[in-house]
């Protein structure tokens, strides 16, 4: 399944102004098809595990 910048935007929850920074960035990939930007469900996990943080479990405060 592909996605529309629109719609992995939204996925994301960030703007698609952001997405495409993100992607000036090469902090996502995608496919360009013609002059349309398409994002695999692939490129969306991988995105987001790359953007994973550790807990902070231990830590006390």
């Known amino acids: 399944m592909v996605f529309t ?3 992995t935007a939204k996925l ?3 703007a698609p102004v952001t997405l495409d920074r993100l992607r000036r960035r090469k902090s996502i990939f995608y496919r360009k098809v013609g002059s349309r930007v398409l994002f695999t ?4 996990d ?7 943080v550790p807990s902070e479990q ?3 405060q």
């Open 12 to 14: 994301l929850g960030i």
């Open 5 to 7: 910048k629109q719609e």
């Open 46 to 52: 991988q995105f987001l595990e790359q953007s994973r």
């Open 58 to 60: 231990g830590v006390r």
């Open 41 to 44: 469900q692939a490129d969306i």
